[in-house]
């Protein structure tokens, strides 16, 4: 009884994410994540920007707990990640209940038979009745614009659509922690302005990875620069987006809005 009130005392005064040195090697020896210090406060929406193999997807997936488990590494090492104040490392399931993760390909998130079934699949999982899950997942669908599409299968809409059923699904799940993971990529520009504006309107904290750096003045008050394995500068984005050197050293350039003084 004492952990459980002393856990809720802590969330309640916790940031919604909170990384400690967190340190990460692929099995095969490659540092990707190299003691990263971050803390993102419940509501704030931040955008992760970096080079290719800054450790951008790799840092993501310690969000939810994709990654520590897979090696025998993570185990060893003190605890690093904590979602609303609960350490990743001994509370995995509630974690991922918290976090909803939206991958940059949408056929790595979507396999069932119809669109229904795909964004119901989560709330299922988490143990709602079937009739509740599938109204959360039409709720879910008219959120997202795509009601129309419950019964058709995935494979048949479009990327953008297809975008849509991924966040709809996570939504479903009702995450306090929203991960995107190259939102607007491969999307058309009124797919990106679509998809741009629904996110932008949800109230959960949000971590965005994205190149899309137009995307982030727009949606993220909030810029963190990852580069090899490393957080290189931290602070407000149009600040840090107009910070001409700092981009250059990071592979990065400042977006066209910023240059032509809009
Ligand atoms: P980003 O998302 O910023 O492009 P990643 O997190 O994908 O960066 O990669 C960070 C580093 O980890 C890179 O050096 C990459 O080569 C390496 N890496 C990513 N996935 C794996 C893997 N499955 N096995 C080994 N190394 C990996």
């Known amino acids: 009884m004492a952990d459980a009130s002393a856990l809720a005392v802590t969330s309640a005064v916790a940031p919604a994410v909170r ?7 692929y099995p095969d020896g490659r540092r990707a994540l190299d003691g990263v210090d971050l803390s993102i406060a419940a509501g704030e929406s931040t955008a992760l920007v970096g080079p290719n193999g800054a450790g951008k997807s790799t840092l993501l997936l310690h969000l939810n707990g994709l990654l520590p488990g897979r090696d025998g590494l993570f185990r060893r090492r003190p605890p690093s990640v904590w979602i609303d104040g609960l350490d990743a490392s001994r509370h995995g399931a509630e974690v991922r209940r918290k976090v909803g993760l939206v991958f940059q390909d949408p056929d790595d998130q979507l396999f069932s038979t119809t669109v229904l079934e795909d964004v119901a699949f989560g ?4 143990g709602a009745a079937k009739a509740e899950a599938r109204r ?13 599409a419950a019964d058709r299968p995935p494979r048949h809409l479009s990327f953008g659509e297809r975008k849509r059923v991924c966040l709809a ?6 995450p306090s922690v929203l991960v995107l993971d190259e939102p607007t990529a491969n999307l058309d ?14 109230p959960a904290t949000k971590l965005i990875a994205t190149h899309d750096l137009e995307m982030v003045l727009e ?10 394995g490393k957080i290189v500068a931290d602070g407000p984005s149009r600040a840090v987006l107009d910070d001409a050197a700092l981009l250059e050293a990071h592979g990065l350039e400042r977006p066209l809005s910023l240059l032509v003084g809009r």
């Open 19 to 25: 990384l400690a040195g967190l340190v990460y090697d």
């Open 123 to 126: 709330p299922l999982n988490l």
């Open 136 to 148: 959360l997942a039409l709720e879910c669908l008219e959120r997202v614009g795509l009601a129309d």
């Open 169 to 174: 699904g996570v939504l479903a799940c009702e």
């Open 189 to 202: 520009p009124r797919g990106r302005r679509r998809f741009l504006e629904l996110i932008g309107s949800l």
């Open 219 to 228: 949606i993220c008050p909030r810029t963190v620069v990852l580069d090899a």
